[in-house]
Structure formats: C-alpha cells, structure tokens
C-alpha cells in the first residue's frame, strides 16, 4: 500500500525559519542567508518523509510566510500599491504580509484570517478590478526542481483555483466568476511547466469544498475544473480535499478527469457514508486520510486497518494519507526530553506520524495484523487506556444547575450601573492586555524556570515591570489599564500550567502565522483550578492606580480551542471542565477588587463547524454557554470583556451578542472595518472596541489614521457604545513603536470626544 503527506511542517525542529526571517526583518542577514535557511529546510523535510518510506512526498509545501499567499504571488495577485513601492521580489511578498513602512512609502498588510477551523492563520488575497490572473512566478518549479536534484520524486502542491477564487478579496466590482477564464489558463500553465520537468503528480488543495456549496458554486467548480483538466498533458492530478466531508459535490469531483482524490476520514463526518453509498471510480486513486494531521495522540491502528479493510473489499484502489498537512502538529517527539515516556508513547508529532503511515501500511497490505509487533504494542496501549479522570471533576460537572449560565441583571440594567461605578468617558481607551515581551522579560522568565534566580527576585523584577507600566498609561492618559502580562509565556500555557490535567512540552511548537509560533499545551485528563491564577498579580496593579486595571483571563473556548484536546471524551465536556476552573478564578479577581475583567476568547470561530447546518447543534449550543457559565456569577458591577481576532465573525455576530458580555473587542483594522456593518445589521447590544490599528505589522499608525478609523466606526456604532483600542495584545511588538502608536490612539480618541 501506498502512503501519502498532505504536507509538511516547514518551521524546522528548532523553529530555524522563524529565527531567519526575523533577523532578515532586523537587517541582521541579507537575502541570500535567508534563502540558503530555506533551502537546507526543505531538503531536510523532504529527506524525512523518503527516509520513513513515504511514497507521495510533497513539493512546494514550503512558505516564507503563508501558501495561499505564496499561491497569490504565483498567479500575480499582487495589489497595486505593493507594486508601487519599489522592493524587490521578496520584500514585496513580506509586505503584503507584514505591511512596510520606510522610505519607500507606507502601506498596511493584507487582511488575516483564520485557515477554516484551525489556529493557522492565511493573508487574504486582494483582487482589483485591474488584476491580471496569470502564471508570474517559478516557485513551485523550483522547489520540485530542488526535490529532483536531491533525487526525490515529489508532487507539487497548490492551493486550487477553487479555493483561490473563493478565499480572495475583491475590491472592486468584479468577483470571481469574472476571473474564471483566467484562473483556467494559469493553472493550466501549471500544468504544462510541471509536465516540462517531468513531474508525475500535482496536488491541488481544495478545502473550500468541505463547506456548504450550493448550485452556483457547482456549477463553477465543474467549469473550473473541466477547464483546468484540458491542460492535465502527462501529469497526474490529485484533488485533495481536508477538514470535513465533501457531501455537497462527492458526485461532481468524483466524475472529474482526476487521477486521485484526498478525502478526510477524521473530521469528514460523512466520508465513509459518501463511499458506501455512491461507490468510488475504478480509474481513480483514493487517497485516504487516516493518520490525523491536527492531533498529536498516536493513531489507533485498530481502527483505521478496518478502514482499511472495508475499502479494499469495495474494490478501491487506496492510499493511506495524512488527514490535512502536518503543519498543523509539531515537529517530532524526539525533542521532548523532559516528558515522560508514560505519556510520550501515547503522542506521535509530524515525525512519528510518517512511521505510523509507513507501518499502517504495511500491515494493511500483509493482511495479518497479529504478526506485526508495532500492532501488538498498538492495541496494548488503546486497551489500557490512561489514567486521568478526576472524580471531583465528575460531581462538579453534574452539579451544574441551568440557571449557572445566566447572569443577572439583565444586559441594559448593567450597562448603566457600571457607568456609574466606573465613571469612564466617552470613547474610553484601553488595551489588549499584553505589553512587549522584550529581552528582559524572556530572560527572567527563563533565568526562573532554570533555577538561576529566585521566586522573590522573579516576582520583584516583574512588579517594577508592572509599576512601570501603570505609570506609563497613566501619564499618556489611557483610560482603563492593564498589568502588560509579563509574567505569562502564551495566553494557553501559562493557565494550564495552574489547572490540573494538563501536560506541557519543551519543543512542541506549531506556526500561527508567519513567524510566530505556539506550543499548545495538551489535555491529558480531566480539568480543574489548582489554585489562583492571576489574581497576585491583577490585584497588585490594581493597588498602584486609581484607575479601573483589567483582570486579564483566557475563556475556555480558547484554552480548549488552543490545546491539543483529549480524543477519548467530547468536545463539550471538556470545555465545561475548563470554563468552571476559570469561572473559580474570575470570582476570586471580583473578591480582589478588580472591577474590570477581560475574559478572551480569540479562538471562538476555531472549532465552528464549517457546514453553516451544524454550527448550533454540534459547537455554539455547548461553546456560548461555556462562557456564559465563567461570569455568571459576577456582581452587576463588574464589567466583563471579551477580545476576539482574525476569524470571519460576521456570521455568527448574534451568538457572539448572545455571550452576554458587557464589552467586546476585536480585530477589524485588517479587514477594513467591515465587521461594522453586521454589527449594526443584527443590532448588536454589547459595547463594542473594533481595532483601530493592526497588531501584528510593525508600522506605527498616525493620529489622522486612527481618528478616520474612529469616524466611520461612529456611524456603525453608538457613541455610547464604542471603546477604542488596538485590534490584539501587543507582546510581539518593540516598545519604542508600541509608546508611539498608544500615544497617537490617545490623541485621536480626544480629537473624536471633541467632535462628539
């Protein structure tokens, strides 16, 4: 039996692109360094995936920054005013990515927006209405080239021109039916160049078709494809779908002139049913995806050869593939020195996950599972289970009365108290929560965990931090402050690390965007609070100003939704495990005279079902009340927020309202502020903070930039309603630029009250 990569992680073991891009950034290493980290990378990656045996390796795979926006610079996607700054081909790219602002000129970056239900993170294209859809680059030749001279077969992959079109922003009045014809001779072009080179397969990803697609959609698809596939020559093409089932077109794609198709077995609810009950073409390869490319458990042999098994006796010519890239999950396991093997030999990462398709394999095609020792040890390990329930965490759970996710007084009625209490002007200031995380701050950080230095002389450094950082707002006149976070590593980890039931790593890192990377902490059992999280630290701040200071707390969605989570329990257990720990620490910052406390849940729209039919019943109807339960039972006094960032929320804006916070703030500069007009459609009732500046780019907004953002907020939301603040915390920003940008917010929120 065959096996087959989606695709591969590109960070490196040691996050080495992420350390060369950023030093490429600085203007430490030039290009041709950063280049040379790039290519000793993907020679390694691909040499890993030939060493394990496994027969697909992928080709192209591989970004600086972000595939779809690698795809978008291939096809010449490229808006004009990139163009119009000057900068070579890869400064152009790190632009649209990361906005520029120099001698050149100064533009904002592309909008940013959540990979469908993962916590990766892809630059949306921007289409005007002068693009010229076209073949304009040579990466995916090169990097398939670069593979063949290490004498490594591979197929080249490609977001698809479904997806492109349908993921792209267009600014003007075409759309995408109006590059069709476009999109067709480029990705034809494709075709011919790899057919050139010699190359046997191509791997178009098409994960827009797991959502809902109606007829018009269909009807696109087909002429797309039709067309695209006139171009196909000698190379084969394999249309890899990921993240659910493909229910809506299964008739469609499967009549395609398509050598293979890539269906998800794990989170495709329906793609063993499709099969059963529509059979699967003799003249085309299924490409099976069993090996889980989202979680770090081992994969349960067991099961999966039943898979297996069933496929082969309905005829079909099966390849055992990885469910979605592997960018998704860590490097490898042999980095975790410090985990123990009770706990390492149920987790297989990137690494691992290629032997256990190799072994898969050979298992599926000896037909005697019993002789293989790796399927012994497999099914031992499933038998025994693990330990990790907590029986106090059981009684809790069905102790909870239906009345503990409602708070009281109602919304309106709290609104006025609290302005009373709080005494905020209009248009208050505030931030994220997060300040700089700057060299100082690391390294105490990690002088502590080492043992190199004192609890007392960890918590002196970071109460000067904190005191510093009060005096600092202060002076510039912020209007409701925080304590900067700066004794916290990552707004998931440093929670867990409080709750029982958690296991950390040392290594385990998974890219978010671009160059910041994330090590989700893993759910090993049942979940409750040790002891206070926050509330020493919160409680400190507090008592250095007069000022209301943010109690700084991450919801249970998120903490779930940025875990590796269990696979033995649901979804909803385990997130009203969570939400009852932090419900314990919210109470415990109320008693310590926090007035203020942000509860965040970034991660929201993560596990959102993709199939609009679902989003209640299977997610929203467990996900809304699990924060509703983590600040029921404040005083009415007590103000609650919640920060939200980089996901589509329009849609779901009344669940969003229906979490009964008293203030949300979310990212909207990116994405031009559009979130404003479903705010004002579905009259939503929460005071609301759309970002007035992005984050995550390192320019430094005007004073004119933010007041303008600031006017149009105005007529979409009411004055009394509206906070200003920057779009997300800013622990990845320099400092010097972080004190100028607050500075021009403050300015420009006294020029709006003046306007008032």
């Not at 004009?80 to 790219?93: A, I, P, V």
């Not at 889980?292 to 042999?301: A, D, E, L, T, V």
């Not at 002891?531 to 008592?543: C, D, G, L, N, R």
């Amino acid at each position: 039996m065959l096996t087959s990569v989606v695709g591969y992680p590109r960070i490196g073991a040691e996050r080495e692109l992420k350390f060369a891009s950023e030093k490429y950034f600085k203007g430490e290493i030039g290009e041709k360094e950063l280049l040379s980290v790039a290519k000793d990378l993907r020679a390694e990656h691909i040499c890993s995936q030939k060493n394990a045996g496994i027969d697909f390796i992928t080709s192209n795979d591989f970004s600086f920054y972000d595939g779809l926006l690698d795809t978008a610079v291939l096809c010449g996607i490229v808006p004009g005013r990139y163009k119009e700054l000057g900068l070579s081909e890869q400064d152009t790219y790190f632009a649209m990515a990361r906005g520029y602002q120099g001698e050149k000129g100064d533009v904002k970056a592309l909008a940013m927006k959540k990979w469908f239900n993962t916590n990766y993170h892809y630059i949306v294209p921007e289409v005007e209405d002068d693009t010229v859809l076209r073949l304009a680059g040579t990466k995916i030749f090169d990097e398939y080239q670069e593979a063949k001279e290490n004498n490594i077969e591979t197929k080249p992959v490609i977001v698809g021109a479904y997806t492109l079109l349908s993921l792209c922003r267009y600014t003007g009045s075409k759309r995408r039916e109006d590059y069709l014809d476009a999109a067709i001779e480029a990705y034809k072009a494709i075709l011919a160049g790899l057919e050139t080179l010699g190359a046997k397969w191509i791997q178009f990803d098409e994960p827009a078709l797991v959502r809902d697609l109606d007829d018009t959609d269909q009807v696109f698809l087909q002429k797309l494809y039709q067309g695209i596939l006139t171009g196909k020559g000698n190379v084969r093409v394999l249309l890899q779908t990921y993240f659910g089932d493909v229910r809506d077109v299964y008739d469609t794609i499967t009549k395609l002139d398509v050598d293979g198709i890539g269906l998800d077995f794990i989170e495709g609810k329906q793609t063993e049913v499709l099969i059963e009950k529509n059979g699967f073409p003799k003249d085309k390869l299924l490409f099976a995806g069993l090996v889980n490319g989202k979680n770090i458990w081992k994969n349960h042999y067991e099961k999966t050869l039943d898979v297996l098994e069933k496929l082969k006796a309905q005829g079909i010519d099966t390849v055992l593939s990885t469910s979605c890239s592997l960018l998704h999950v860590p490097y490898t396991l042999e980095a975790e020195t410090k985990l123990a093997e009770e706990y390492k030999k149920h987790f297989a990462y990137a690494k691992e996950k290629l032997t256990e398709l190799r072994t898969i394999a050979n298992i599926a095609a000896s037909g005697d599972r019993d002789a293989f020792e790796a399927y012994r040890e497999n099914k031992e390990l499933f038998e025994k289970g693990r330990d990790c329930e907590d029986k106090d965490v059981q009684k809790r759970l069905k102790a909870i009365r239906e009345e503990d996710y409602t708070r009281l007084p109602e919304r309106t009625e709290r609104e006025q108290i609290q302005k009373e209490a709080l005494k905020l002007p209009k248009f208050p200031t505030t931030t994220i929560g997060s300040f700089p995380q700057t060299k100082d701050v690391k390294k105490n950080r990690s002088s502590f965990r080492k043992g190199e230095i004192s609890e007392t002389e960890y918590k002196a450094f970071n109460r000067e931090k904190i005191k510093r950082a009060i005096e600092w707002q202060e002076s510039i006149g912020i209007d409701v402050l925080v304590h900067g976070e700066y004794e916290r590593n990552d707004m998931v980890e440093y929670f867990g690390e409080s709750l029982s039931g958690y296991l950390f790593t040392e290594k385990a890192w998974v890219q978010s965007y671009g160059t910041r990377c994330v090590k989700p902490p893993v759910i090993w059992g049942d979940v409750s609070r040790k002891k206070p999280i926050t509330v020493e630290w919160s409680a400190y701040a507090q008592s250095l100003s007069d000022k209301p200071v943010k109690g700084m707390l991450t919801g249970p969605v998120t903490i779930l939704n940025w875990s590796f989570p269990r696979e033995d329990i649901s979804i909803r257990e385990s997130m009203t495990q969570i939400a009852l720990a932090i419900r314990d620490e919210v109470l415990d910052l109320e008693k310590n005279g926090i007035r203020i406390i942000q509860i965040d849940e970034a991660a929201l729209r993560e596990k959102l079902p993709l199939r609009r039919s679902d989003w209640y019943s299977e997610y929203l109807d467990f996900a809304i009340p699990a924060f509703r339960l983590v600040h029921s039972g404040v005083k009415a006094e007590t103000q609650i927020h919640t920060h939200m960032c980089y996901s589509e929320f329009t849609d779901i804006i009344p669940a969003i309202d229906n979490m009964d916070a008293d203030v949300i703030t979310f990212e909207a500069s990116r994405s031009d502020l559009l979130i404003l007009d479903a705010l004002k459609k579905c009259n939503f009732e929460t005071e609301a903070g759309p970002g007035v500046y992005d984050i995550h780019s390192p320019r430094v907004p005007s004073v004119e930039e933010i007041v303008t953002a600031l006017r149009k907020m105005r007529d979409k939301v009411a004055d009394e309603k509206l906070w200003v603040n920057p779009d997300c915390g800013l622990k990845t920003r320099g400092e010097e630029e972080t004190r100028a940008s607050l500075i021009n917010l403050v300015h420009a929120a006294e020029q709006i009250r003046k306007e008032a």
